[in-house]
């Protein structure tokens, strides 16, 4: 395996990271497990895990075949997608969860459901419409079946990493408090927009050539 192979597989994971931004889902977390005992709140942040890494692992598999379904070409999908990221960065500059991923009415939903590990904390909060279209265009970029097996494996690792985030969101809360959660936040967002850009560009290039002269 070379450096390169590796770098880019890298890339692709710092990417999927920073849009899934569990830091930032720590708050909401936290408000909707209120009053839980901590066994539940064990249990929904590995099912949360769980769901995440099927969602997004189902993406790398399947999501390119349903494209093509819908006759939807890669490059069109990477300027849609590239817009949608450049939408939810924008929000996390400024500290907030964007209405592509969560809106008020699914949070009040939320709150009156016994279990929210799939619905809203997986879907879409954490792997939501940006998170699928990054994981679908990563997939399509990766070589072959040992670079999707590659970004599978990172997509468990990541997984592994939200499951220890959640479990440990009281304790990570208090110590980063509101202003370390949202500086974290807007670091994520200014990574995420800037693959955006590269999303539109790539996509752009794609679709009109004589834009590179």
Same mark, same amino acid.
């Given at each position: 395996?070379?450096?390169?192979?590796?770098?880019?597989?890298?890339?692709?994971?710092?990417?999927?990271?920073?849009?899934?931004?569990?830091?930032?889902?720590?708050?909401?977390?936290? !408000?909707? @497990?209120?009053?839980?005992?901590?066994?539940?709140?064990?249990? *929904?942040?590995?099912? *949360?895990?769980?769901?995440?890494?099927?969602?997004?692992?189902?993406?790398?598999?399947?999501?390119?075949?349903?494209?093509?379904?819908?006759?939807?070409?890669?490059?069109?999908?990477?300027? #849609? !997608?590239?817009?949608?990221?450049?939408?939810? %960065?924008?929000? @996390?500059?400024?500290?907030?969860?964007?209405?592509?991923?969560?809106?008020?009415?699914?949070?009040?939903? %939320?709150?009156?459901?016994?279990?929210?590990? $799939?619905?809203?904390?997986?879907?879409?909060? /954490?792997?939501?419409? #940006?998170?699928?279209? /990054? *994981?679908?265009?990563?997939?399509?970029?990766?070589?072959?079946?040992? #670079?999707? /097996?590659?970004?599978?494996? !990172?997509?468990?690792?990541?997984? %592994?990493? $939200?499951? #220890?985030?959640?479990?440990?969101?009281?304790?990570?809360?208090?110590?980063?408090?509101? *202003?370390?959660?949202?500086?974290?936040?807007?670091?994520?967002?200014?990574?995420?927009?800037? @693959?955006?850009?590269?999303? @539109?560009?790539? !996509?752009?290039?794609?679709?009109?050539?004589?834009?590179?002269?």
């Amino acid at each position: 395996m070379t450096e390169a192979v590796l770098a880019e597989q890298l890339t692709y994971l710092i990417g999927i990271f920073a849009i899934l931004n569990p830091l930032g889902a720590i708050p909401i977390y936290l !408000g909707l @497990m209120a009053g839980r005992g901590v066994e539940e709140m064990r249990r *929904t942040a590995l099912k *949360t895990a769980v769901a995440v890494a099927a969602i997004l692992i189902s993406s790398v598999w399947a999501g390119e075949s349903l494209l093509k379904f819908f006759g939807i070409g890669i490059p069109a999908f990477r300027i #849609g !997608g590239g817009i949608l990221l450049l939408i939810i %960065a924008i929000a @996390m500059f400024d500290a907030r969860i964007s209405r592509v991923r969560h809106t008020q009415a699914e949070q009040d939903e %939320a709150e009156a459901k016994d279990d929210i590990s $799939v619905v809203p904390m997986a879907v879409p909060l /954490l792997a939501g419409p #940006g998170a699928i279209s /990054l *994981t679908i265009v990563d997939a399509h970029q990766a070589a072959g079946w040992s #670079g999707k /097996l590659m970004l599978s494996a !990172g997509i468990i690792l990541i997984a %592994a990493i $939200v499951c #220890g985030v959640l479990l440990l969101a009281g304790p990570i809360g208090k110590r980063l408090g509101t *202003t370390g959660l949202n500086i974290a936040t807007r670091l994520m967002g200014l990574i995420l927009s800037a @693959m955006a850009v590269q999303l @539109m560009a790539g !996509g752009l290039l794609s679709l009109f050539p004589g834009l590179a002269r």
